[in-house]
């Protein structure tokens, strides 16, 4: 996708090659997906009173 | 014996209702009042919009859950509180009128010991004319049913786009004081995937129109996050997401008019525009049910426990709600969803009225507000329904006099994942936490902790939200070591 100078989009950052295979490399995401549910386990149990 | 009455069986009073019978047992009696016979777990509607999953997969009966439970089970929409009884009554009661079991239409009066208000939303959609799948002109994924219909016609649109034909969709939020833009963010990415999967997306102007004032706001006023070395606004990744997928957007917009093929809206600096689409799905803004209530002479006592907008007055701090944004403190927001006047009353999750909003507010020159409104849905929601079903427990089995467990916003945390396209090998969604969900900016610099505020994209994502969608739906329909899922 070309960006067209001076449009919305042309100001915003977006994802270089590497990170976009990132997100969808299985081996990577396995581990994100790990750290994701372990964050969330953490805020859980901080919002308990 | 005490009979607690909860009204509403969504995740906040599902929530409440199971975990007081467990705890209470058939000692004491637990009520659940709701008009549906099914429950429904509402954030997997986005994929039934886009056809990824049926309705079946997301709803399920109440009634063999309930009898499991020992809950007492009454299809039936509650239309008025009376919290000091009746003239020819003494206890206080709720009057319930049946949509089911063989009984719709019948009223009763039913009393309580205790009640909790998890009554939900109103789905809105006559505030902006034309607005809706009933009486207007657009779709929606706020029920199981309109998620269905969302997918027949998107599927109807695929297929015009498949013969050749170029089509303008257009999803966002249907009037300037919505809430819920999590679901309209989601089921435009998942459009999005959709379309990419079908091999139409270049046949599709895909739009996005918020009344967030900057994306990524999502009603709680945005987000920091530390990455790449910098602390950066939720803003930048989401318009990032927007451009990454060239999905254009428009801001600060509130959707006054609906007609066949045309959005009018107003924006934040107070001209009028036009938007034209084929296809669009805009979130209804949220109001109370319109529950009523009566002291004990019969009259109305509706604005003293109700707001204007219909939710129930708790332990805020309401007083705040007249004053200027830099006047908001994170200890506005009730801890313990208590009404202050009558004790025995609780409300929980959307029901309850929060004491402003969390966003900051904005009024277009035409004094037209358009911002949005504080969600209250989802983890938060299903904390507050355990919290005060714990507060009760004490109550009534330990003899406590005060509630014993707080569910306050500024004090708790929430995790969200927003779905941007389905499938185990191909799907993504951003995971996001944020502690607290109320902003502090007294003690935190950013508002926020941010050791507890992060968020990325990725397939990790997707797979999250899947698993959570078996194990939410596990855990309501109180199968085996449900109690050990956290809300």
């Known amino acids: 996708m070309k960006v067209k100078p001076y449009s919305q989009n042309a100001y915003t950052p977006v994802p270089s090659a590497f990170t976009k295979f990132r997100r969808n490399c299985v081996i990577w995401q396995f581990f994100r997906f790990i750290v994701i549910n372990i964050k969330m386990t953490v805020l859980i149990l901080k919002s308990h009173h | 014996m005490?009979?607690?009455?909860?009204?509403?069986?969504?995740?906040?009073?599902?929530?409440?209702?199971?975990?007081?019978?467990?705890?209470?047992?058939?000692?004491?009696?637990?009520?659940v009042v709701t008009p549906n016979a099914k429950w429904n777990w509402i954030p997997s509607n986005i994929w039934v919009g886009v056809g990824g999953m049926s309705k079946q997969?997301?709803?399920?009966?109440?009634?063999?859950?309930?009898?499991?439970?020992?809950?007492?089970y009454r299809q039936a929409k509650a239309i008025s509180i009376h919290p000091e009884g009746g003239v020819d009554v003494e206890k206080q009661f709720v009057t319930i009128e049946y949509t089911g079991q063989g009984k719709e239409g019948n009223s009763e009066k039913l009393s309580y010991d205790y009640l909790i208000n998890a009554t939900g939303p109103k789905l809105?959609?006559?505030?902006?004319?034309?607005?809706?799948?009933?009486?207007?002109?657009?779709?929606?994924?706020?029920?199981?049913?309109?998620?269905?219909?969302?997918?027949?016609?998107?599927?109807?649109?695929?297929a015009q786009m498949k013969s050749g034909e170029e089509k303008k969709i257009l999803i966002g939020t249907g009037h300037g004081m919505c809430t819920c833009q999590g679901a309209a963010f989601e089921y435009t990415f998942n459009v999005d995937h959709k379309l990419r999967e079908e091999g139409v997306r270049d046949k599709a102007t895909l739009t996005y129109i918020s009344n967030e004032y900057e994306l990524g706001d999502f009603g709680v006023g945005g987000m920091h996050i530390k990455l790449g070395g910098y602390v950066t606004s939720g803003k930048v990744f989401a318009e990032s997401l927007y451009a990454e997928r060239n999905v254009k957007w428009i801001k600060r917009a509130h959707v006054n008019r609906v007609e066949k093929g045309k959005v009018h809206y107003e924006t934040l600096d107070g001209s009028q525009h036009e938007e034209e689409y084929d296809f669009s799905m805009l979130i209804p803004p949220f109001a109370g049910v319109g529950l009523k209530a009566y002291d004990k002479a019969g009259e109305d006592i509706t604005s003293k426990v109700f707001n204007p907008g219909g939710f129930m007055f708790v332990d805020a701090d309401y007083s705040k709600g007249t004053k200027p944004f830099e006047e908001w403190d994170a200890a506005d927001w009730p801890s313990y969803l208590q009404n202050p006047t009558y004790k025995n009353m609780y409300a929980v999750g959307i029901a309850f009225a929060p004491p402003h909003l969390i966003s900051k507010p904005m009024k277009s020159p035409n004094g037209t507000p358009i911002n949005p409104t504080p969600p209250r849905t989802g983890m938060p929601s299903a904390m507050m329904g355990k919290a005060v079903a714990g507060s009760l427990r004490d109550m009534i089995l330990n003899g406590a006099i005060e509630?014993?467990?707080?569910?306050?916003?500024?004090?708790?945390?929430?995790?969200?994942?927003?779905?941007?396209?389905?499938?185990?090998?191909?799907?993504?969604?951003?995971?996001?936490?944020?502690?607290?969900?109320?902003?502090?900016?007294?003690?935190?610099?950013?508002?926020?902790?941010?050791n507890g505020t992060f968020g990325e994209i990725g397939l990790a994502g997707h797979w999250v939200k899947h698993f959570l969608h078996f194990a939410f739906l596990w855990k309501a329909k109180l199968k085996p070591f449900w109690t050990i899922i956290p809300e």
């Open chain 2, 2 to 31: 005490a009979r607690i009455v909860i009204l509403g069986g969504g995740v906040s009073g599902h929530t409440a209702a199971t975990f007081l019978a467990k705890w209470l047992g058939r000692d004491h009696e637990v009520v």
């Open chain 2, 57 to 72: 997969e997301v709803i399920f009966d109440l009634a063999p859950v309930y009898k499991k439970a020992g809950i007492d």
């Open chain 2, 124 to 158: 809105n959609f006559g505030a902006t004319e034309g607005l809706g799948p009933d009486a207007g002109y657009t779709v929606s994924v706020c029920t199981a049913d309109h998620a269905v219909h969302a997918n027949e016609k998107l599927d109807e649109l695929i």
């Open chain 2, 403 to 450: 509630p014993t467990h707080t569910a306050n916003m500024s004090e708790m945390g929430a995790a969200c994942v927003a779905s941007a396209g389905k499938g185990f090998f191909s799907g993504s969604a951003v995971a996001m936490t944020m502690y607290p969900v109320i902003p502090n900016y007294k003690k935190y610099e950013y508002g926020r902790d941010l």
